[in-house]
């Protein structure tokens, strides 16, 4: 559809943008999303490291 109204010219500039936009927003909250789950994994493996360190500890 982009393609399309990209071939219509300038008149379709505000419609194109909007697209753009309403894409950015997608993008932005599925890049959130993955921060949200690279964090959560980044507390997941200092976790298991801290337990590695400390059975390490008791042996």
């Given at each position: 559809?982009y393609a399309?109204?990209?071939?219509?010219?300038?008149?379709?500039y505000a419609?194109?943008?909007?697209?753009l936009?309403?894409h950015?927003?997608?993008?932005?909250?599925?890049?959130?999303?993955?921060?949200?789950?690279?964090?959560?994994?980044?507390?997941?493996?200092?976790?298991?490291?801290?337990?590695?360190?400390?059975?390490?500890?008791h042996?």
């Open positions: 559809m399309d109204l990209r071939r219509q010219g300038p008149e379709t419609v194109r943008r909007e697209m936009e309403a950015r927003i997608e993008v932005a909250s599925k890049l959130e999303q993955m921060r949200q789950t690279l964090d959560l994994m980044n507390a997941k493996v200092a976790l298991y490291q801290k337990l590695e360190q400390e059975q390490i500890a042996v």
